[in-house]
């Protein structure tokens, strides 16, 4: 079956940036949407990207557009967030979520987390 594992989180100063890595098993070819997911706790999860599967469509949330890019590595079979000029805002657990195809409301398979801190 499918799994997720995200790496790449850390400790960064304001205005800085980050790369998050989404590594992907069990499967080849480019058949599930993958999306990045943060989460503070006490508060509701937030998507913040998704890419479908085949035409690659991306999609971004309001607060991060602009300043976060996902992209897909087909060799290596891993799904990065570019994350620049970082806010306090975005410190929180990002994750990665995959289902079949397309981008949706519910998603079936998810990694562990990895933090993400931003501050002075």
């Not at 998507?47 to 999609?59: F, L, P, W």
Request: with cysteine; glycine share 12%.
């Amino acid at each position: 079956q499918l799994h997720l594992a995200e790496s790449g989180g850390g400790l960064v100063q304001p205005g800085g940036s980050l790369r998050l890595s989404c590594a992907a098993s069990g499967f080849t070819g480019d058949t599930y949407a993958i999306a990045w997911f943060r989460q503070v706790p006490g508060k509701e999860r937030q998507e913040v990207s998704c890419r479908t599967s085949g035409d690659g469509r991306i999609y971004y949330d309001n607060s991060v557009k602009g300043r976060f890019t996902m992209s897909r590595d087909g060799a290596k079979n891993t799904v990065y967030l570019q994350m620049n000029s970082l806010k306090p805002d975005d410190t929180a657990v990002y994750y990665c979520a995959a289902r079949a195809h397309t981008c949706g409301y519910t998603y079936d398979y998810w990694g562990q987390g990895t933090q993400v801190t931003v501050s002075s």
